[in-house]
């Protein structure tokens, strides 16, 4: 290959299906590591785009750190054990959060796997002496939108994603891409996989007048588009949202999914969730505590989760 430092080997179709096996390997030039974990980023867009814009933070944060670390030279095949523990002791050393450190934990095998080199990190994180992530919650999160903070926001697009949001327990990402036409399915919504986290399509029900007004001034306002205007696109818009809560000194909106899944358990039990009040499950009776389960498990459909364990972020326990 050349020995020209300016140039940049073109990686277009690596980690795609028929494209390249290896990276090229480079000279520490341009910092090879980001540069090669960056189109690693480009050219597999897994996830929403709040999702790929925090693994390519991560991933460049995590280059710049393993060169402090004195590893120089490294391209992203260079991967190796020796590199992953020295990053864990690290930021233990730092004393960053269990949540933290295994969110970085995902996008280091998310590496990994891009890569083919699924066997430079453990499959359990407590390989590396990092415990369990506490779900817990003791104190509530939820939090709601009142019509008065409502009407300082000034742009209709925004306002509008945020009472879809309160409505139905949407993501920021989803309520923003939301295109009522599709969604909209008379007793539930119907969700695409590419305005969800992790591509999951899912269905949320349709169970209230209060929901159905919100679904109905949504049509009006989109038509047969999107809640994102013609003249922008998703980034654009994403700006103006954060633009506009901020100057309407609204913050922790994720808090709104929090109200929605409160809600939601108490209208499915009878009795308020363990973090907004209600009795704890070891205070509940067997048959309360299959109810309990199974309220627990539509909570977390309806938000998109998977797991019943979740639900503790959101529900206490």
Known sequence: MSRD????????????PGGQKHLPELRDTVRDLNYQLKQLCRHNRDGGYATQRNRERLLSLIADQLHALGFRGMGAQSLKPKHVEALVNRWQAESLSVGTIKNRMTVLRWWAQKVNRQNVIARQNDHYGIPERVFVSTDSKARQVDGAALERIKDDHVRMSLELQQAFGLRREEAIKFQPSYADQGD?????ESWTKGGKAREIPVRTAAQRAVLDRAHRLAGRGSLIPAERNYRQQLRVYERHTANAGLSKL????????QGRYE??????APAAGGPTSRSLTREQ??????????VSRELGHEREQITTVYLGR
Do not use: Q, S
């Open 5 to 16: 430092p300016c140039r940049i080997p073109d990686l277009v179709g690596y980690g795609l």
């Open 188 to 192: 539930h919504l119907v969700l695409k």
């Open 254 to 261: 994720h808090g709104l999914r929090h109200a929605y899944a």
């Open 267 to 272: 209208e499915l039990t009878g009795w308020k």
């Open 289 to 298: 505590r299959d109810v309990d389960r199974e309220a627990r498990l539509v």
